[in-house]
């Protein structure tokens, strides 16, 4: 059986910064966590054997972590604690909070979502209608709407076209003359419903959703800005498991059951070939292998390398049991780390 990996998985930049400078400030000490730093219960895990107690108010994120015991609320961290802000950012009324409890902040936010923050800011500032796309309740969508209050949230281009009904009474060329102003005749046309339109994403979301969105928009406004807030590692992921999944008989994306990034490479390989989305070998099943010769496996952005190397090492066994051949490994010279 031939195992090949996509060109991308594990592990982005984001999620490793702040693993890493999660287990550097607990080497200090006990903190909280506001938020699970990243989306994968085996990290987190980790984690929080390290000295790290879990404060979670998202209930999109609650609803995800039953395995975790956890602090509804920042009220009850104690004052002067230690706190790591998730990975994912958080709003800016948690940042207000953490200060007024004079908490010690160690921001993990990944710069890529700070870029988004920043976007979606001086959009509002510049008096846009600021559309994210993004999952409805996510943490990260959550943080980033607390930057641009005006902000709606819509998940796919389906959405996005209910939004601002164009007006639908038009007017003859006598009745227009009839205006008195400019004004009058410019709300008797037929126009868009608003006057500019500003778009930013989620950061795990694909290309073609975000595109999907503008077009959806597009004859809504005077004016559509779309910003690419895309961070780097799914420009890499999601399109080297979906090239993959078009080569292979199975495939396995690996990640944890909140993370959205890991929910969309599943979805979009399932479009190409027979996929299945587990959190860790030991979801694995012989029969899903039976005559299969090609099996690719993907990673989402939150989930270890450890983990990766299990389902390779549960395949290998698995074919050399069954099959009684050495498995072909098919690594790709390019892997976010």
């Given at each position: 059986m031939k195992i090949e990996l996509a060109r991308a998985a594990g592990f982005c930049f984001g999620v490793k910064r702040s693993v890493k400078l999660s287990h550097e400030t607990l080497d200090q000490g006990p903190a909280f966590l506001y938020g699970m730093p990243v989306h994968n219960q085996r990290v987190v895990q980790k984690i929080i054997d390290h000295g790290g107690k879990l404060v979670e108010d998202n209930p999109y994120a609650a609803s995800k972590i039953s395995r975790f015991t956890h602090l509804n609320s920042m009220d009850e961290i104690p004052a002067g604690s230690t706190v790591l802000m998730r990975a994912h950012g958080v709003t800016v009324q948690a940042l207000e909070k953490a200060k007024e409890k004079e908490l010690?902040?160690?921001?993990t936010t990944c710069p890529f979502v700070t870029m988004v923050h920043k976007t979606a800011k001086v959009l509002f500032d510049e008096k846009y209608q600021v559309i994210i796309v993004g999952e409805h309740g996510h943490p990260e969508v959550e943080g980033i709407k607390s930057y641009a209050p005006n902000a709606i949230v819509v998940e796919n281009a389906e959405e996005a076209s209910k939004l601002f009904p164009r007006k639908t009474q038009y007017y003859t060329n006598d009745e227009l003359m009839k205006a008195k102003t400019d004004a009058e005749v410019v709300e008797k046309l037929h126009y868009?419903?608003?006057?500019?339109?500003?778009?930013?994403s989620q950061t795990t979301q694909s290309n073609d959703n975000v595109q999907a969105v503008a077009m959806a928009v597009m004859g809504k406004a005077r004016e559509v800005r779309v910003y690419n807030t895309i961070c780097n590692a799914m420009h890499e992921m999601q399109p080297g498991a979906v090239q993959l999944s078009t080569q292979v008989n199975v495939m396995l994306i690996i990640g944890g059951r909140n993370s959205g990034n890991t929910k969309r490479q599943a979805e979009l390989c399932a479009q190409q070939t027979k996929t299945h989305w587990i959190e860790s070998?030991?979801?694995?099943?012989?029969?899903?292998?039976?005559?299969?010769k090609h099996v690719g496996i993907g990673?989402?952005?939150?989930?270890?390398?450890?983990?990766?190397e299990d389902v390779i090492a549960w395949l290998k066994k698995y074919d050399k049991e069954t099959n009684h051949v050495e498995s072909e490994i098919i690594r790709p010279a390019y892997v976010v780390h």
């Open positions: 010690k902040i160690v921001d868009p419903v608003l006057t500019k339109i500003g778009i930013v070998a030991d979801e694995l099943k012989p029969e899903w292998f039976t005559n299969v990673a989402g952005a939150s989930t270890p390398d450890e983990d990766i």
